[in-house]
């Protein structure tokens, strides 16, 4: 029997090192991978590279920017008919939103987008992860370090790419209560970007949701509290597949 395809979706500047733990965990049950939006600068673009080789049946969670794509990867599916249909088993989205561009928005990431165009890429890990963090994991330097090196295994071009990606995109308020799947919602309890309420208001619009708070964690809580967010992967791995009816 296969084993069922589980992608994992990284954030803005990411890679597989922000799941390097879950990856670990839900390989036990699944085929996982971990695409890198590395040379897009489109949220949709990002989500038809992973639609074109994902099979007939597959699980998204997205993470921050990931959990934009895979609302995007949610429009596919809803939108896919025929023969070549393609259903989404189980879906979970953590440290996320559906919002469009805010006020203020654009010029906060040309500052960060500027200073790498000047100083290079450390510049923008210097200034983007501290505030990411829960306040108890700002002085990890372990964590910092793994981190940074992430940040730096990108370009200063994949860097304006997902930004152009981020700017451009649409609101998606209104495909959530369209989502029949599950939705998972995880996130980090002091997520100053993403924050727990955000998710409540997801949560409100979403025909069947789950919200998981993940204590003593920031925006990046994959890597500040990987045992915490396996568990409940490992819970959501486990739940019954969605089976489309068409």
Known sequence: MNRPVVYLLPGL????????????????????????????????GMAAAV?????ARFSVVGHSMGGRVAFELMVLALGNVGAQ????ERFAVMDTGVHPVQD???????????AAERKGLQAVADS??????HPERRSDLALI???TAMILRNSVADFRGQVA????RQGRQGLLPRIKQK?????????GWSPVSQHRDMQQLLPRAELRVIANAGHMCTMEQPEAVNDALLEWMHEPAFQDSH
């Open 104 to 114: 203020g928005e654009p010029v906060k990431r040309q500052l960060l987008l500027d």
């Open 85 to 88: 249909r393609k259903t989404i």
């Open 183 to 191: 939705v998972w919602l995880l996130c980090g309890d002091a997520d």
């Open 128 to 133: 983007w992860i501290l505030p990411m963090l």
């Open 165 to 168: 990606a981020l700017l451009a």
């Open 13 to 44: 500047m990411c890679d597989e090192g922000v799941w390097s733990a879950q990856r670990s965990a839900l390989s036990r049950y699944a085929d996982v991978r971990v695409p890198v939006f590395r040379g897009h600068d489109s949220l949709a």
């Open 51 to 55: 639609w074109r080789e994902a099979p």
């Open 145 to 147: 370090g793994q981190i």
